[in-house]
Each structure stands twice: as structure tokens, then as C-alpha cells.
């Protein structure tokens, strides 16, 4: 069994209040950035989701444990994303995915009206 010390949670309490910092940086300045363009309001949600993903993974890999349970951490996550992503097509993440491409495709507007089989709508 390992014993930590407190001088090995140094790096990652440096890590963790870093990525916290860049997160809200990043937060700050995307939604600066976006502002003027609520139509891309889903792509500034996927971007923050993004790095907070990134951010998840860097405070993993300066965790101060063993390179065993360090890779079964990453390994878990890598499942839990794979597993959303499988099972996306039949769930609510499918129409979420769906969601987000029509909206960052942008080939409906708002008044627009659609026909699809036999059913007609105004979007």
C-alpha cells in the first residue's frame, strides 16, 4: 500500500486551481466572443464542454496515484464517452446530436416551413 505525503497533492492542487482559472478565462472570453452571435450559442456550449473535458483529463493524469489506477481512471472515461456515443442513436443524446448538427449546419431558420412525408410545419 502507498502512503502520500502532502507535498505529492502539491501538483495536482496547482493543476486543478489552474485549469478552474482557465476555465472561467475561457468562459469569460467565449461568451464575450459570442455575444454578438446568439445563433451560434450551441457551438459556444460544445467549445465549453470541451474544455472541461480537457481539464478532466489533464487533473487525471497529475493525480499522484499509480500509473495502474491512473490509466483505469482514463480507460473509464473512455468507456462512459464510448458508451454515450454508441448508444446515442437511440436515445435522448441521438436527438441532442441531431439538435446540435441542424443547428450548427444552420439549414433551418426561424418562420421556415417543412414537409416531411406527409406531415407539414413552420419551424
Known amino acids: ?16 486551481i489552474l485549469v478552474v482559472g482557465g476555465i472561467i478565462a475561457s468562459n469569460l472570453f467565449l461568451v464575450r466572443h459570442y455575444q454578438a452571435a446568439p445563433k451560434f450559442r450551441y457551438r459556444l456550449h460544445l467549445i465549453k464542454i470541451a474544455i472541461v473535458f480537457v481539464g478532466i483529463l489533464l487533473v487525471i493524469v497529475v ?7 491512473r490509466g483505469q481512471l482514463l480507460s473509464l472515461i473512455g468507456i462512459v464517452l464510448s458508451a454515450t456515443i454508441a448508444l446515442s442513436s437511440t436515445t435522448f ?3 441532442a446530436m441531431a439538435g446540435i448538427m441542424l443547428r450548427s449546419l444552420q439549414s433551418f431558420k426561424i418562420g421556415d416551413f417543412i414537409r416531411v412525408g406527409e406531415n407539414f ?3
Open 63 to 69: 493525480l499522484p496515484f499509480s500509473e495502474s489506477t
Open 1 to 16: 500500500m502507498t502512503h502520500f505525503s502532502l507535498f505529492d497533492f502539491v501538483p495536482a492542487v496547482v493543476t486543478i
Open 121 to 123: 410545419g413552420r419551424v
Open 93 to 95: 443524446v441521438g436527438n
